[in-house]
């Protein structure tokens, strides 16, 4: 294959239970990272969150309790295995986890490490989802605005795999800002971890199309920007709330050229040629001739007109 190939590996996870321990599942992280290396794979993407179960969906006020849900350092010694065993078999790859900075500062993070096992860079997640406070008549909490401050550093991309790679994370993806500002970059691989339950409490209505919607805003990032995204998830039952699977990685022409069958551990691959992003980075979305950044201002501007919003009682919906 001519141009610049890199056999990418989305490392769906299923379900993992609140009791299960970080050595269990960096155990199923390493069986999923030696399939994906036996399938050729040079980049594992695992998902957000990917060493514990989803603990935003609880109101934690024992700050131990909370912290076991946290790393202080990558690698520790309960996660060093993996970086061990990725390093042996020369794949990169993208981990999400809860991390608590020395001097106490929480976020969501993912790190993305290279195929010799060295640290490329880190990204804390900046569009944080949920609600601060717990709400009693959600069927479960999103309490991630609780337990994570926002990434103070922003969007960036990175020289790796041969290639400019950008990363995001979760809620991340829905926002078209997150893929310009890493396109204005020249990013050509965007790699992002989910947890997205299926039930969205404030709007039910839009449970049906919870699918719809995580294809549509990676797909039209990956388009728009002339970049592959790959979208990891950890899906299914979780503690009894149900996770969007559809892990999927996307061409930069917006169409999936890989998708995940199941709702459990599964590998989904492809060979995510670079180059297909001059495709549409030299043509249609030729940013330096067409763009009209004269127009676009009021877009970094905090401030905004507010629609009218209809009454409604959110707890009466859900
Ligand atoms: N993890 C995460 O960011 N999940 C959100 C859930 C919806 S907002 C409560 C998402 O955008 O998928």
Same mark, same amino acid.
């Given at each position: ?110 790190? *993305? +490490?290279?195929?010799? &096992? ?7 997640? !900046?569009? =944080? ?5 717990? $709400? ?79 294809? *549509? +805003?990676?797909?039209? &990032? ?7 995204? !790959?979208? =990891? ?5 979780? $503690? ?79």
């Amino acid at each position: 294959m001519t141009g610049r190939p890199v056999v990418v590996a989305a490392a769906q996870l299923g379900p993992i239970a609140r009791a299960d321990t970080r050595g269990e599942v960096v155990e199923r992280l390493i069986t999923l990272l030696r399939e994906a290396a036996g399938r050729g794979a040079e980049l594992v993407v695992f998902p957000e969150l990917a060493l514990t179960t989803f603990f935003p969906r609880w109101l934690i006020e024992d700050e131990a309790e909370l912290d076991a849900f946290f790393e202080t350092e990558m690698p520790g010694p309960e996660t060093k295995p993996l970086f061990d065993e990725a390093q042996r078999l020369g794949v990169g790859f993208h981990l999400g986890y809860a991390e608590r900075t020395p001097d106490g500062h929480r976020y969501n993070t993912a790190i *993305l +490490v290279e195929r010799d &096992g060295e640290v490329v860079a880190h990204y804390r997640k !900046v569009h =944080v989802p949920g609600h601060e406070e717990p $709400e009693p008549w959600r069927p479960f909490q999103h309490l991630e605005r609780r337990y994570f401050e926002p990434g103070p550093e922003g969007f960036a991309v990175h020289e790796a795999f041969g290639g400019k790679v950008g990363m995001a994370i979760c809620n991340d993806r829905r926002w078209p800002e997150t893929y310009r500002v890493m396109g204005l970059l020249g990013v050509e691989l965007v790699l992002i971890g989910y947890n997205t339950p299926i039930h969205y409490a404030p709007d039910p209505g839009q449970d049906r199309l919870a699918g719809f919607h995580n294809n *549509l +805003v990676m797909a039209s &990032g990956a388009y728009q920007n002339g970049t592959w995204v !790959v979208g =990891v998830a950890k899906g299914g039952m979780e $503690e009894g709330v149900d996770g969007l699977a559809e892990s999927q990685i996307i061409a930069p022409s917006g169409e999936v050229v890989a998708k995940a069958l199941t709702n459990g551990d599964e590998i989904v691959l492809a060979t995510c040629d670079l180059d297909r992003g001059f495709d549409y980075k030299r043509t249609v979305f030729d940013l330096d001739r067409y763009r009209r950044p004269e127009h676009y201002g009021s877009i970094a501007e905090p401030v905004r007109a507010t629609a009218p919003e209809p009454d409604r009682d959110p707890a009466a919906d859900s």
